[in-house]
């Protein structure tokens, strides 16, 4: 006779130690594809990570969030994704109840203090991070890095946080140190050039589903006709 075993209950937030570098990659991911992915693998190097935590959030206070998957659905599809034994993805802000990206690094350093912590972002939320909340508290809380994106890298580093952080900007090739350094401390990581967007793959799944309703209305009123 074999008994029904429990779920074991997910971690609050992936397996840490003292001492370790890791990379926080806070998005919806609706849906995760493989600039996010890339983006991941070249912090990871570069850097020389021990690992990346991607921070799948309920939902961005900056955009549109009706028609966003279910967070369930999102935090699978980004472990179906990913598969790398050094990502851990996670949906940790609904479940201590944060909603901006400040407060949850907060909730992090309060409960890791030892850990070496990098906030990850592509190089089109560096052209917008001047409308984060309290985006000025986030830079003096973690080092950040900012990846390549093919676009948005023109103008990233003159957008208004790119201008304000300039001073606190260290070379690429000292990218390596920046676990190491004290916040303020920033650096772009060029060798990612993806066009690939959620926002823009999003649009294009709404398309595809008014294209699919439109088809099937003209093929039941064809029937219709028909009889």
């Not at 890339?38 to 190097?45: D, E, T, V, Y």
Request: aromatic share 8%.
């Amino acid at each position: 006779m074999t008994r029904n075993r429990k779920a074991r209950p997910e971690r609050l937030f992936p397996p840490v130690a003292p001492g370790m570098r890791i990379g926080l990659f806070g998005g919806t991911f609706d849906p995760p594809h493989m600039a996010h992915l890339g983006a991941s693998l070249l912090a990871l190097k570069r850097l020389k990570l021990d690992r990346v935590w991607w921070l799948v959030t309920p939902g961005n206070p900056l955009k549109n969030t009706r028609g966003l998957a279910p967070l369930d659905q999102r935090i699978a599809a980004a472990r179906k994704l990913t598969s790398h034994p050094r990502i851990d993805v996670t949906g940790l802000e609904a479940v201590i109840n944060t909603r901006y990206t400040y407060d949850t690094i907060l909730w992090l350093l309060a409960r890791c203090p030892r850990v070496r912590f990098v906030w990850i972002m592509g190089a089109d939320n560096l052209r917008s991070f001047h409308r984060w909340q309290n985006w000025r508290g986030i830079a003096k809380l973690v080092p950040i890095v900012v990846i390549d994106r093919l676009g948005p890298s023109l103008y990233a580093a003159a957008s208004p946080a790119g201008q304000a952080l300039a001073r606190a900007r260290i070379p690429e090739h000292d990218a390596v140190t920046l676990p190491d350094r004290k916040p303020p401390a920033w650096s772009f990581l060029h060798g990612l050039k993806s066009p690939l967007s959620s926002t823009a793959l999003r649009a294009l799944r709404r398309k595809a589903g008014a294209l699919r309703k439109n088809a099937t209305g003209k093929l039941k009123g064809g029937k219709k006709r028909a009889n």
